[in-house]
């Protein structure tokens, strides 16, 4: 009797497409998902100099550590024998990372709470293929 699997496709296919998937993870990151999405909504789809370039001159704080993760991104493509030039941000993912809860003394002898969020950040980049002359 064969299995019905969730999966579309074999395991095999899908060991072979991570190998080939270029990304680097960031996880609890000490920022709101909602400011640090302002941030990486920004670079989606962007070649990896522009993305760098444009991150260096944003003054929002979570520019610099996302600029980390997407040269880290880079060096990981290269590292596996992609061309720098050629890679483009595919994908940024943001989601979150659970709540440092701390308590704020209130009126009365009350608590309340202070939710400190905190984000994971993952990059995917892409090989971009040379555009072929059309003759």
Same mark, same amino acid.
């Given at each position: 009797m064969a299995s019905t699997g969730t999966h579309k496709a074999p395991a095999a296919v899908r060991k072979a497409e991570a190998k080939r998937t270029i990304r680097a993870e960031?996880?609890?990151?000490?920022? @709101? &998902?909602? %400011? !640090? $999405?302002?941030?990486t909504d920004m670079v989606k789809g962007k070649k990896i100099a522009d993305a760098? =370039? =444009?991150? @260096?001159?944003? &003054?929002k704080r979570a520019a610099l550590p996302i600029k980390k993760l997407i040269e880290s991104a880079a060096a990981n493509g290269v590292a %596996?024998?992609? +061309? %720098? +030039?050629?890679l483009r941000v595919e994908n940024i993912q943001v989601n979150s990372a659970g709540m440092i809860v701390r308590f704020m003394p209130r =009126?009365?002898?009350r608590a309340a709470p202070i939710r400190k $969020? $905190? @984000?994971?950040?993952?990059?995917?980049? @892409? !090989?971009e293929k040379p555009a072929s002359p059309t003759a």
């Open positions: 960031l996880s609890t990151y000490n920022q @709101s &998902p909602r %400011k !640090v $999405r302002l941030v760098v =370039a =444009a991150l @260096s001159f944003l &003054p %596996k024998g992609e +061309d %720098k +030039d050629t =009126a009365m002898g $969020r $905190r @984000s994971n950040v993952i990059v995917t980049l @892409s !090989v």
